[in-house]
């Protein structure tokens, strides 16, 4: 019997690329976004936006009707922005937290019973290392993927006693369309900030189209899905694992001050 595994964010990108590669792989995958995916797939897809709460209730209804158990569930979906906090559209930033963080939320609270009836299962939350070291003019979203971050920490200690385990892949720079779907405002030279958000995007943008393949993440998630026991954090790549481990170790104000010579002058 293969092992059913649910994907949000599954029409493209790091999500599509997962629901992908776990069907491949022999798993029963279902996969969750508000639109259908572009490319040709073999798992089961579902309409959901993960901002609603009575369709995500519905298609996880659906779901556990359709399975003899639930075995993961991964938490992909996402979106982000950029310019400056100070300028950024209140309405961009609830439209936002309401994907990265409440959806995430919505999706874990409605399926974490169905979880407990099986030890062994998983929660993978696809963070980001921006969590971990935030980015000028992205200052909104790292605050999402931090979040992801801590919500992954007490979620993981909560649930130990059942069984459930739970953890957070972190990519660095991945080459997706999730570059070209960013909200970005605040690109002109006028403005206090004059010309250094549009220098910092097209630097974080350029960095990400020459990013890793996002197959680079889905097999990390293959691989935690077989483990045992699945670390609280892992980071996708050599050279970011390098990263946060610095970070780990350096202080504070000196890895404040590298980010800022990259992303921020």
């Not at 490319?39 to 369709?55: A, N, R, W």
């Not at 369309?177 to 006028?190: I, M, N, S």
Request: net charge positive; charged share 20%.
């Amino acid at each position: 019997m293969p092992k059913t595994v649910i994907v949000s964010g599954a029409s493209g990108g790091i999500g599509f690329a997962i629901a992908r590669f776990l069907q491949d792989s022999g798993y029963r995958v279902y996969g969750l976004s508000r639109s259908y995916p572009k490319e040709k797939y073999g798992f089961t897809h579902l309409l959901c936006d993960i901002t609603d709460e009575s369709q995500v209730r519905s298609s996880l209804k659906q779901i556990v009707e359709a399975s003899d158990s639930i075995d993961a569930l991964i938490n992909c979906a996402g979106m982000g922005i950029s310019g400056a906090v100070e300028n950024t559209d209140p309405a961009q930033i609830r439209q936002m937290f309401d994907v990265n963080l409440f959806g995430t939320f919505r999706l874990t609270q409605e399926l974490i019973p169905h979880l407990r009836k099986h030890p062994g299962s998983k929660i993978l939350q696809i963070g980001s290392v921006a969590g971990c070291l935030p980015i000028p003019f992205q200052t909104y979203y790292s605050a999402t993927k931090s979040a992801i971050n801590a919500y992954t920490q007490g979620l993981r200690m909560e649930l130990r006693p059942f069984g459930i385990q739970v953890g957070a892949i972190l990519p660095g720079d991945t080459k997706t369309g999730f570059t070209a779907h960013r909200q970005k405002t605040d690109l002109g030279t006028e403005g206090p900030y004059g010309d250094r958000i549009r220098r910092s995007v097209e630097r974080m943008e350029r960095d990400e189209q020459q990013g890793k393949d996002p197959q680079t993440v889905a097999r990390t998630v293959a691989k935690l899905l077989r483990k045992k026991t699945v670390p609280v954090f892992t980071a996708v790549g050599f050279s970011y694992r390098l990263f946060l481990f610095l970070n780990r170790i350096l202080p504070s104000r000196f890895v404040t001050w590298i980010l800022y010579q990259m992303y921020g002058k």
